[in-house]
């Protein structure tokens, strides 16, 4: 039988779309999650793990996806202490410290932002589980700077399912 160049590329690529789907169900059931290949950087395109993609309300261990960890995301709400204003012109300082020992421990920031209101700061970050956040939260109590508060954070996928499992 003969094939026109093009045909088999199609066919290949055919072959390449249904090999990544089954790959993708395999790694869903198994409670990985598959990520969007990313074609240009995050910021420029906006683009993130798979939209499509719906979280299962109980994490198996190891989470991980094809290519990184599946992070978890938190809240952090802060207070400054009396020692945290009176050097309040060192806090991007510390912020910046804080960035890195959250790098170091594997999380990332996504948000920082300055409040007014209740909470002079508010932070969103991602972190591999609990206990990180956890080390990540009191380390920043330790240091006299803030007082803290942490919540965490399940998207929007997760909350629709953990709803839709309601009795």
């Not at 990985?32 to 240009?40: A, E, N, V």
């Not at 683009?47 to 991980?64: E, I, L």
């Not at 508010?122 to 939260?137: G, L, M, N, Q």
């Amino acid at each position: 039988m003969f094939l026109h160049p093009f045909g088999r590329r199609m066919m290949l690529l055919r072959v390449h779309v249904m090999l990544r789907a089954l790959i993708a169900v395999f790694a869903w059931n198994c409670g990985w999650r598959i990520t969007k290949p990313q074609l240009m950087p995050a910021e420029a395109t906006g683009a993130g793990r798979c939209s499509r993609a719906k979280p299962r309300t109980r994490a198996r261990s190891p989470r991980q996806t094809v290519g990184r960890a599946m992070m978890s995301a938190y809240i952090l709400l802060m207070n400054w202490t009396d020692q945290g204003v009176r050097h309040v012109k060192d806090s991007p300082g510390r912020l910046d410290a804080a960035k890195k020992a959250l790098k170091d421990e594997g999380g990332e920031f996504k948000h920082v932002f300055l409040t007014m209101g209740a909470y002079d700061l508010i932070a969103v970050y991602e972190a591999p589980d609990d206990a990180v956040a956890a080390r990540f939260t009191m380390q920043l109590g330790m240091m006299g700077n803030v007082r803290t508060q942490t919540l965490k954070a399940f998207p929007e996928a997760a909350y629709r399912e953990i709803i839709n499992t309601l009795k």
